[in-house]
């Protein structure tokens, strides 16, 4: 079940909507004056978007000189790079929203080293347990009332000849199908694919709102599956992978790819920029938006 580099391609940048890439001032915004940058980032949304946002949120990158800005409103996520020159690109595009209680069905590829038993099933569903708990001390340490994101999880076992290859973009929802599993029931579909002979990395496919992690492990780490190997995996899909189909992209800012999160909080919405005491992604009036 290898993928190609083409069809790696194909698949995430499916989601794209729109792109623009210009220039609005014949030169950018002073790093050194905060007030000069916010006021080029609403400059940009007005004339490119024609959207009012008075208090956006943004973060500066180091390892690409730019800002990167989002703003998360009508179930839609606009994602603007401003560039140290003046030029900046935007992107609009039509991501799951990260908040509330997001439905996953977990389809796992049961390879007979795997050994799949009540065991595997417990140790599997505590990761996911450990990744709702980043959400919920991400509230606590925030003061807020509630965790902004949880996931609900359903799990099935499907043999590796149940996965055609190459996935078609609806593929995995016509395996569920054929386990009559409603597509009301979930959100997104994530294939857990620990192909421990053949070891391959991860990709999300955001147009059709499903995942793929493979085995990941290097062979000094060994094939035992432990607590920790589990927590990677979890992470590898619930922050990482799905983290895309929220709309992120590496490059966003300069977090860890490793760290809880995956990127700055603030570029999710998880953050309450406009001080009205609630985070723009729950906010009826994000950003300060009328």
Same mark, same amino acid.
Request: glycine share 6%; with cysteine.
């Given at each position: 079940?290898?993928?190609?580099?083409?069809?790696?391609?194909?698949?995430?940048l499916a989601?794209?909507?729109?792109?623009?890439?210009?220039c609005?001032?014949?030169?950018?915004?002073?790093?050194s004056?905060?007030?000069?940058?916010?006021?080029?980032?609403?400059?940009?949304?007005?004339?490119?978007?024609?959207?009012?946002?008075?208090f956006?949120?943004?973060?500066?990158?180091?390892?690409?000189?730019?800002y990167?800005?989002t703003?998360?409103?009508?179930?839609?996520?606009?994602?603007l790079?401003?560039?140290e020159?003046?030029s900046?690109?935007?992107?609009?595009s039509?991501?799951?929203?990260?908040?509330g209680?997001i439905?996953?069905?977990?389809?796992?590829v049961?390879?007979?080293?795997?050994?799949?038993?009540?065991?595997?099933?417990?140790?599997w569903?505590s990761a996911?347990?450990?990744?709702?708990?980043?959400?919920?001390?991400?509230?606590?340490?925030?003061?807020?009332?509630?965790?902004?994101?949880q996931?609900?999880?359903?799990?099935?076992? /499907?043999?590796?000849? +149940? $996965?055609?290859?190459?996935?078609?973009? *609806?593929?995995?929802?016509s395996? !569920?199908?054929?386990?009559? %599993?409603?597509?009301?029931?979930?959100?997104?579909?994530?294939?857990?694919?620990?192909?421990?002979e053949?070891p391959?990395?991860?990709?999300?496919?955001r147009k059709?709102d499903?995942?793929?992690?493979?085995?990941?492990?290097?062979?000094?780490?060994g094939?035992?599956?432990?607590?920790?190997?589990?927590?990677?995996?979890?992470?590898? /899909?619930?922050h990482? +992978? $799905?983290?895309h189909?929220?709309g992120? *992209?590496?490059?966003w800012?300069? !977090?860890?790819?490793?760290? %809880?999160?995956?990127?700055?909080?603030?570029?999710?919405?998880?953050?309450?920029s406009?001080n009205?005491?609630?985070?723009?992604?729950?906010?009826?009036?994000?950003?300060?938006?009328?």
């Amino acid at each position: 079940m290898k993928r190609s580099f083409f069809q790696f391609i194909i698949y995430t940048l499916a989601f794209i909507t729109f792109v623009f890439v210009g220039c609005v001032n014949d030169s950018g915004p002073d790093p050194s004056n905060p007030d000069e940058i916010e006021e080029f980032i609403v400059e940009t949304y007005k004339s490119k978007l024609g959207l009012e946002v008075p208090f956006p949120t943004y973060t500066y990158t180091e390892q690409n000189s730019r800002y990167t800005s989002t703003v998360y409103l009508n179930n839609t996520l606009h994602r603007l790079y401003v560039f140290e020159n003046g030029s900046v690109s935007l992107e609009t595009s039509f991501p799951i929203m990260p908040m509330g209680e997001i439905k996953v069905l977990n389809i796992i590829v049961d390879y007979p080293q795997l050994e799949i038993d009540d065991s595997f099933n417990s140790q599997w569903n505590s990761a996911i347990h450990s990744i709702n708990q980043d959400h919920i001390e991400y509230s606590e340490e925030n003061n807020l009332d509630a965790p902004i994101v949880q996931f609900s999880a359903m799990n099935i076992y /499907v043999a590796p000849s +149940e $996965i055609p290859d190459p996935i078609p973009f *609806d593929g995995l929802k016509s395996i !569920a199908d054929s386990y009559d %599993i409603n597509r009301s029931s979930y959100d997104l579909i994530a294939l857990i694919d620990l192909d421990q002979e053949n070891p391959s990395g991860g990709f999300a496919v955001r147009k059709n709102d499903w995942v793929k992690i493979g085995w990941f492990y290097s062979p000094d780490d060994g094939l035992e599956l432990d607590p920790e190997k589990f927590r990677g995996i979890a992470y590898a /899909v619930y922050h990482h +992978e $799905i983290g895309h189909l929220f709309g992120w *992209d590496h490059e966003w800012s300069d !977090a860890e790819v490793g760290q %809880i999160l995956i990127t700055e909080p603030a570029l999710f919405g998880w953050t309450d920029s406009d001080n009205d005491g609630v985070i723009e992604i729950n906010d009826s009036d994000p950003y300060g938006i009328q």
